[in-house]
């Protein structure tokens, strides 16, 4: 029981330095996930914007193609128009070049929206590019910062790691189980020892019946105020030194 005790504490020691080694990145992952979020949206949102720019210049050049086509047709049924024979013939050709400049009108029309719509999806492309560009050099700037503080304790946070790996495979399941629930509600926390007859977690007083029983090393304690394992201070002092 000693030892299961023992070894809960040590995990916790070694937690609360990968802790502190974590601290000093402070908010930089974050930082850095949040800008690389950023720059790939706006980055999507270029991407999406010129492929409809293009879209509408490929319609526009069509359109194009196809007014063309219909004011040669319009020219042909205008010659035509001095060799009719009967008014049936004649309405029947005027009827085809009415239609045929309704059509062109129509596609006029649309090629000026079109025109319209590439130059105002261009203008906000060239609007996002500079905010682009500065999400990018603050991103290169936080990513450099954090590379250098993760490559500083780098070594250290490996022997940690590994060490803490160790331990962990020699804790009991249900053990292990309860210090990760109570460390992720109590800040880190999960393992607490006795200080001037108080819990160190919490600094409640520990009524000295339990203290005594705490002493014993016989049995797995939870401080009564904030659920934390409470260990005894022999075995902290012991882990400490
Ligand atoms: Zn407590």
Redesign the pocket.
């Known amino acids: 029981m000693f030892d299961r005790l023992k070894i809960l504490y040590q995990l916790q020691i070694l937690d609360d330095h990968l802790d502190e080694l974590e601290e000093l990145r402070g908010d930089l992952p974050n930082a850095v996930v949040s800008l690389e979020d950023r720059v790939n949206s706006l980055k999507e949102d270029i991407r999406r914007k010129d492929k409809e720019r293009l879209g509408s210049v490929e319609k526009r050049e069509e359109n194009e193609k196809e007014i063309e086509k219909l004011k040669a047709n319009q020219k042909k049924f205008k010659a035509q128009l001095y060799q009719v024979r009967n008014n049936k013939e004649y309405d029947a050709l005027t009827k085809e070049i009415d239609h045929n400049e309704t059509q062109v009108s129509k596609l006029e029309a649309e090629n000026d929206s079109l025109a319209d719509l590439s130059k105002s999806l261009a203008d906000e492309i060239e609007n996002i590019k500079p905010l682009l560009e500065e999400l990018k050099e603050e991103l290169k700037v936080k990513a450099a910062d954090l590379k250098e503080i993760v490559k500083a304790n780098e070594k250290e946070e490996a022997k940690l790691s590994t060490h803490r790996k160790e331990i962990q495979d020699k804790v009991k399941k249900p053990d292990y189980s309860a210090y990760m629930r109570i460390r992720k509600a109590k800040h880190g926390m999960a393992v ?1 020892t006795i200080r001037r007859s108080a ?6 007083i520990v009524p000295s019946q339990r203290q005594l029983e705490i002493r014993r090393n016989n049995k797995l304690f939870y ?6 394992i ?1 260990v005894s201070t022999e075995i902290s002092e012991k882990i400490e030194a």
């Not at 819990?199 to 409640?204: P, Q, T």
């Open positions: 607490s819990c160190s977690g919490c600094n409640n401080c009564e105020y904030c659920g934390r409470l």
